[in-house]
């Protein structure tokens, strides 16, 4: 392969895995790590990266804007799907309590709900209290405030007040990006601040969020990576990236 050849591939697999390190492209390539080194160094020149502390990410990783909800519902869904069926093995014990944070991901979790099992949820997501509304067997709390159009998700000082009195077995969080550095963001301060309450408020916090957003950074952090309890993620996770969440405890989950 000529460098350019390699160059091309190096950038498409850091657009296509948002997080690369230098160790796994030097192995995947056949090459030592200064020349992978040299060909980031140039990309970045070019524009088509970003380098970070071992390894780069796209260059467009660090952005304030966000898809609206019918697309991102159809992005990546066989893995939101393997992922969120997979997440409803974490459901507390029958008379426990869940926070559903909004998303497409976290919506799908309704999907492997036992319709006998018995649940408080809370939820600020429109469209998951609207479904849960028909179970008979879950005691439902929908969070007041402003409902955001572009993610259906209510906001505000309203919820924030009822997430400051709860405490939850259990809290499944959606995120926009996450890494080691900037920990869980999203692009809007608001739905940061929910989703940081809703973090507190949990005895244990389960990150859904398939490979895609891994690496990634968002303009507002809502919680450090150490607050994460468990990852759902899928294979597309680069194995450097697994070992950085293990070593710092967080139990990864490959659905």
Same mark, same amino acid.
């Given at each position: ?5 390699? %160059? ?9 895995? *948002? ?27 070019? *524009? ?40 409803g093995s974490y459901l507390p014990a ?20 036992p319709p006998d099992l018995d649940l408080?949820?809370?939820?600020? @997501? ?19 405030? +402003?409902?955001? *159009? ?17 405490? $939850? ?9 996450? @890494? ?19 973090? +507190? =408020? ?9 490979? =895609?957003?891994? *690496? ?11 607050? $994460? ?8 996770? @680069?194995?450097?990236? %697994? ?13």
């Amino acid at each position: 392969m000529y460098p350019e050849e390699r %160059r091309q591939e190096v950038a498409t697999m850091i657009s296509q895995r *948002g997080r690369v390190s230098v160790a796994d492209l030097a192995d995947t390539f056949g090459v030592t790590t200064e020349t992978v080194r040299r060909d980031l160094a140039l990309l970045e020149r070019l *524009g088509h990266v970003r380098r970070v502390h071992g390894g780069a990410v796209p260059a467009t990783t660090l952005t304030v804007t966000e898809p609206g909800l019918v697309e991102r519902e159809h992005t990546r869904a066989e893995q939101k799907d393997r992922i969120a069926k997979l997440a409803g093995s974490y459901l507390p014990a029958s008379g426990g309590s869940v926070l559903l944070d909004a998303g497409t991901t976290t919506g799908r979790i309704i999907n492997g709900f036992p319709p006998d099992l018995d649940l408080s949820v809370i939820t600020n @997501s429109v469209p998951i209290a609207a479904r849960l509304a028909g179970f008979s067997s879950i005691n439902l709390h929908m969070l007041g405030g +402003r409902v955001r *159009g572009t993610t259906q998700a209510t906001v505000g000082d309203e919820a924030l007040r009822i997430l400051d009195l709860l405490r $939850v077995d259990v809290a499944f969080i959606g995120t926009n990006a996450l @890494s080691v550095e900037h920990g869980l963001s999203t692009p809007d301060t608001e739905e940061a601040a929910v989703k940081r309450a809703m973090v +507190r =408020s949990a005895n244990c916090v389960v990150v859904v969020a398939d490979a =895609s957003k891994v *690496g990634r950074e968002h303009l507002v952090s809502f919680a450090p990576i150490h607050s $994460v309890d468990i990852l759902i993620t899928d294979d597309e996770i @680069s194995p450097t990236d %697994r070992a950085s969440f293990q070593d710092r405890e967080i139990e990864v989950v490959i659905a």
